[in-house]
């Protein structure tokens, strides 16, 4: 129950706040390689200058602004080393933990999780997941009920991370809470951390600036192009995969993606889900004539748009310059649902603790996503969910059995 209930939390926690949220930033996809420590991420005064002019108003106090930065510099500034990280995830030894194992066999065990993880991955990365490793361990020897959570979980690891930053910053963060509004600035700035971050980074990027260099006045849809060029996954809806459905139909024969490998399959699931959904969605409706007429036509207007939008990107910028080749990859990005452990997807995060395998989660998302677009937002429910989508939409039953190898529910 713990892995579920942090997977709730950090939805409910790390809400972007709206001044931010109308940036849609995701990162460019780095923000796990940030929490784990294993790209250089934005320097920490980047950070908060994205925080303060997207998220702090106006009429508060300056002092308090000034104390705000310095707190989220020295914040995002700290990254530990095991030792400082066992002390720190040692906390004060005493309750029933001290009764189950000693202080030092706590930190030796919490030293030895990070050896053996860090051969695959970076150390801070390792560090962030011994630290959950250390309370299943304790958790089982105190006899706890309820599920462990998995230290390679996302969400886990971001509120570990939250913990491991706050000694590092201890000064800065109570010189700021004594002042006015200090609290509540404070607050949301752990609230909305990760789109602060996530923008940063794609300030950071250089393919935002290869976006700004793309011709928008060719295109119907610029916001959706520059989007995908700036290698931001685009926020999908019904119009927006309608419209991207009419783009792959022209894009996909002139101009192959097959040197994206990893990311065929899921281009290809995402045209099967978007496009039978609209047939199924069509046939549905009996003889609700006004309703097929509403559905047929909004999606015949938005696969339109995007046929003529790859048209334009194709005469324009061709298959294989570095507009397109990002566009591609872009586009990869938006309808892959992510399978690895470390996935910031509630619904594979949910999936993949009920019986089905990563893959088979991350799979079911994406061809789901035709009846729900923001799928990967949603939790699944083993006794319900996949009985919802192929209601909503039978034709993709079968491709559920053999693509994603999900035959018993």
């Given at each position: 129950?713990?892995?579920i209930?942090?997977l709730?939390?950090?939805?409910v926690i790390?809400?972007?706040?709206?001044?931010?949220a109308?940036?849609?930033c995701d990162?460019g996809?780095?923000?796990?390689?940030y929490l784990?420590?294993?790209?250089d991420g934005?320097r920490?005064?980047a950070?908060?200058?994205?925080w303060?002019k997207?998220a702090v108003?106006?009429?508060?106090?300056p002092a308090?602004v000034?104390?705000?930065?310095?707190?989220?510099?020295?914040f995002e500034r700290?990254?530990l080393?095991?030792?400082?990280a066992?002390t720190?995830?040692?906390g004060?030894w005493t309750?029933?933990?001290?009764?189950?194992?000693?202080?030092?066999?706590?930190?030796?065990?919490?030293?030895?999780e990070v050896?053996?993880?860090?051969?695959?991955?970076?150390?801070?990365?390792?560090i962030l997941q011994a630290?959950?490793?250390m309370r299943n361990r304790l958790?089982d020897m105190?006899?706890?009920?309820?599920?462990?959570g998995?230290?390679?979980?996302?969400?886990?690891?971001w509120l570990w991370d939250?913990t491991?930053?706050k000694?590092a910053?201890?000064?800065?963060?109570?010189l700021?809470l004594?002042l006015?509004d200090?609290?509540?600035l404070?607050n949301r700035?752990?609230?909305g951390?990760?789109v602060a971050?996530?923008c940063?980074?794609?300030?950071?990027s250089?393919?935002?600036?290869l976006a700004a260099?793309v011709d928008?006045?060719?295109?119907r849809r610029?916001?959706v192009?520059t989007m995908l060029?700036?290698?931001r996954?685009?926020?999908?809806?019904?119009?927006?995969?309608?419209?991207?459905?009419?783009?792959?139909?022209?894009?996909l024969?002139n101009?192959?993606?097959?040197v994206?490998?990893?990311?065929?399959a899921?281009v290809e699931?995402?045209?099967q889900a978007?496009?039978?959904?609209?047939?199924?969605?069509f046939?549905s409706?009996g003889f609700?004539?006004?309703g097929v007429?509403?559905d047929?036509?909004e999606?015949a207007t938005?696969?339109?748009?995007?046929?003529?939008?790859?048209?334009?990107?194709?005469?324009?910028?061709?298959?294989t310059s570095?507009?397109?080749l990002a566009f591609?990859?872009?586009?990869?990005?938006?309808?892959r649902v992510?399978a690895?452990?470390?996935?910031?997807?509630?619904f594979v995060?949910?999936c993949?603790?009920q019986?089905?395998s990563?893959?088979?989660?991350a799979?079911l998302a994406?061809l789901?996503?035709g009846?729900?677009?923001?799928?990967?937002?949603m939790?699944y429910?083993?006794?319900?969910t996949?009985?919802?989508i192929?209601?909503?939409?039978p034709?993709?039953?079968?491709q559920?059995a053999?693509?994603?190898?999900i035959?018993n529910y």
């Amino acid at each position: 129950m713990r892995n579920i209930f942090l997977l709730i939390l950090c939805t409910v926690i790390l809400v972007p706040t709206a001044a931010l949220a109308q940036r849609r930033c995701d990162g460019g996809g780095k923000l796990p390689a940030y929490l784990s420590g294993s790209i250089d991420g934005p320097r920490p005064s980047a950070i908060a200058e994205v925080w303060v002019k997207g998220a702090v108003p106006g009429d508060v106090d300056p002092a308090s602004v000034v104390a705000l930065r310095a707190a989220i510099e020295a914040f995002e500034r700290q990254l530990l080393s095991a030792d400082q990280a066992a002390t720190i995830a040692a906390g004060d030894w005493t309750g029933w933990r001290a009764k189950l194992m000693s202080r030092d066999e706590f930190i030796s065990g919490f030293l030895d999780e990070v050896r053996r993880r860090a051969g695959s991955q970076g150390e801070y990365a390792a560090i962030l997941q011994a630290a959950e490793a250390m309370r299943n361990r304790l958790d089982d020897m105190n006899g706890a009920a309820g599920a462990r959570g998995r230290p390679e979980d996302p969400s886990a690891m971001w509120l570990w991370d939250l913990t491991m930053r706050k000694p590092a910053a201890k000064d800065q963060v109570s010189l700021l809470l004594s002042l006015p509004d200090g609290k509540w600035l404070w607050n949301r700035y752990l609230m909305g951390r990760k789109v602060a971050i996530a923008c940063a980074l794609d300030d950071m990027s250089a393919l935002t600036l290869l976006a700004a260099t793309v011709d928008k006045s060719l295109f119907r849809r610029p916001d959706v192009v520059t989007m995908l060029v700036a290698g931001r996954k685009v926020p999908l809806d019904y119009p927006v995969m309608a419209y991207l459905s009419g783009l792959l139909e022209v894009r996909l024969p002139n101009c192959k993606l097959t040197v994206y490998p990893d990311g065929w399959a899921s281009v290809e699931r995402f045209q099967q889900a978007t496009v039978q959904n609209a047939m199924s969605s069509f046939f549905s409706r009996g003889f609700d004539l006004g309703g097929v007429v509403f559905d047929s036509v909004e999606f015949a207007t938005n696969a339109n748009t995007g046929r003529a939008d790859a048209e334009a990107l194709e005469e324009k910028y061709g298959c294989t310059s570095p507009v397109a080749l990002a566009f591609a990859n872009g586009l990869v990005r938006t309808v892959r649902v992510d399978a690895s452990a470390s996935s910031d997807s509630l619904f594979v995060q949910s999936c993949s603790v009920q019986g089905l395998s990563l893959k088979q989660c991350a799979c079911l998302a994406e061809l789901g996503r035709g009846v729900a677009p923001a799928i990967e937002k949603m939790g699944y429910n083993p006794g319900t969910t996949i009985k919802w989508i192929t209601l909503r939409n039978p034709s993709v039953t079968i491709q559920i059995a053999l693509l994603c190898g999900i035959g018993n529910y």
